[in-house]
């Protein structure tokens, strides 16, 4: 086909890696190659019954119509409940809305508000999805890189440095997918009185995975911080994780109305609304007991300790212990300039990534996919044994490494 039928826009983005690498470990798979995949961004459990229970129970009673782009009001209610009980978020009907994902609510709020030339703060490493989205719509990311030896977590200072007259946005995403870092209440508050005299800059939180918390630590919104943070504060939530529901596709978030309002507007043209019945499954997620995601986090926290210890334990690689999310963002720069026993240089993270992939069947995200050359995204949403043998895999391959 011709290049040219392609609009520039799209020309300017890169497709989804994560989404790259998921294809490639089933490609390898279906060809009878034996990997372990540690690429995944999803759960490895299924959805509560109860909510799949609620889901049949809406198919077979007729709710599957077109709804309202905002959501079903049972929905919103449910959504309205859970940011006041778990976040310390007020909102009403009106200023909270659903998408067919979180991404989609990213994806339509960044579509509703940049401008050509717009500077969107994107501290790195970020969630891959984050920086092509900014292009898709002639916005400017502007990565912000944090110290590592702190997680990578941006403070106040950083953000001061960043601003322009140009700044739209601020994307902050706690618990970080891929780091695992957890913002805390006074390294949220440092960042607020950085944003404080620039009334017009708008923050996007995405806290996805808020639930997933390790070692004590709990999770803490941005927009609970006080009434001004909040009234320029877009939280984005949704459940692919608290609930396993990444297939259902069912995203919601809280903001002030206008943008919420913009964004039901794109919706409108877009998608018309999220699945009916996903929106129901999620009404029982929402409304139901937290102890699923809590059993969950549990056994998250047990494969990161495991893999952690593991990872270390292997020369040259140095692993922090993630705070929460479920990955581990193990820096490889000490292997880099190695060969492989084929003779190839290991000349950066992709090379690395894709030697593992090769040569051990372990297949990693390599860090340059999230902003941050030198470091490998491992997933931990793979059963221990499976988790273990990765580990002692990867460990084989770098010993073999010269
Ligand atoms: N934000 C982050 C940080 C993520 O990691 C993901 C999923 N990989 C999403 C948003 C998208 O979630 P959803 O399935 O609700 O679209």
Redesign the pocket.
Known sequence: MEEAILSARVKGIQPSP?VAARALVSSLKSKGHEIIGLTV??PDFGTPMHVVEAAIVGATSGKTRYTAGAGIEELRSAIVDKFDRENGIKSDLNTVTV????????FNALAATVNPGDEVLIPAPY???YPDIVKLYGGIPVVLTGDPDHDFKITGDDVRRAITPRTKWLLL?TP??PTGAVYTRQELQDIAEALRPYPDILIMT?E??EHFTFDGRTHVSLASLDDEIASRCLT??????AFA??GW???YATGPAQIIGAINKVTSQSTTCASSISQVAAVAALNGSREFVEAMVEVFERRRGRAWTQLNAIPGIECAKAEG?FYLFPNIMKLLGCSAPNGKDIESDVALAEYLAEEAGVATIAGTSFGMPGYLRCSLAIEEKKLDEACARIARACHRLS
């Not at 984005?236 to 994780?241: E, M």
């Open positions: 994560s961004g999803e998408g067919t994902g979180a991404k989609q609510i990213i969630w891959v999805s995403n970080t997918n995405d996805i995975y984005v939530n949704g459940v692919s994780k529901m990444t596709r069912l995203g999310a």
